[in-house]
Structures are given as structure tokens and as C-alpha cells.
């Protein structure tokens, strides 16, 4: 299995900037898509960023310009940069890996959690 740990969450002032970042370890492979999905209260997970082995990235429209996915290969980490935060970003931030030869093969972190508030 792969053991996904997230870092970097907090509190924050909106306008505010955090980096989150997610350390993958276990059975890794090397062709893979890692994300971050990121769930408020009541409300559905929802994709917010995806970066697959070869850089190719996807953000969901509303952090567009404002959050920028990143991952360093040797080191089986990925990194979201969260700038001009909003109310609305306040939610729990779970990192994502899903295998590209076999989707099955999908596991989540424990989540960090990530509050923007005055």
C-alpha cells in the first residue's frame, strides 16, 4: 500500500498564503497521478488540484491563477501552493494517489486542515 502524510495546513487571514505538502511512502508507482481534494463541513470532497508523472497539471476553475500544484519525483512528494485565500478555501485538505496503470489502486491521506477566517 502507499502511505500518503499531509503537512502545512493552519489558519490563515483571508489573502493569506499556505503550502500544503504530501509525502508519499510504500509501494509507489512510478506512473501516477497525486492530487488534492479538499472537503468543508456538509459538503462533498471536491477535486481542487491534480498532477500527474509528467508535470501535466489540473486545477478545479475557482482556484485558478490562485493555487499552484507542484511535486518533486524523487523525493515522492507533491505540494500545493495556496495564494489569496478565501473563506470559501476553508476546508480539510486530503492528499490523493491513484496508480495510472490500475486506478484501483487509489489511497488518501489523513487529511490537514486548512481555515481561513478574519
Known amino acids: 500500500q502507499v502511505q500518503l502524510v499531509e503537512s502545512g495546513g493552519g489558519l490563515v487571514q483571508p489573502g493569506g498564503s499556505l503550502r500544503l505538502s504530501c509525502a508519499a511512502s510504500g509501494s509507489i508507482f512510478s506512473l501516477n497521478t497525486m492530487g488534492w481534494y479538499r472537503q468543508a463541513p456538509g459538503k462533498e470532497r471536491e477535486l481542487v488540484a491534480l498532477?500527474?508523472?509528467?508535470?501535466?497539471?489540473n486545477y478545479r476553475d475557482s482556484v485558478k491563477g490562485r493555487f499552484t500544484i507542484s511535486r518533486d519525483n524523487p523525493k515522492n512528494t507533491v505540494y500545493l501552493q495556496m495564494n489569496s485565500l478565501k473563506p470559501e478555501d476553508t476546508a480539510v485538505y486530503y492528499c490523493r494517489f491513484i496508480a495510472t496503470m490500475n486506478s484501483r489502486y487509489a489511497y488518501w491521506g489523513q487529511g490537514t486542515q486548512v481555515t481561513v477566517s478574519s
Open positions: 498532477i500527474n508523472s509528467g508535470g501535466s497539471t
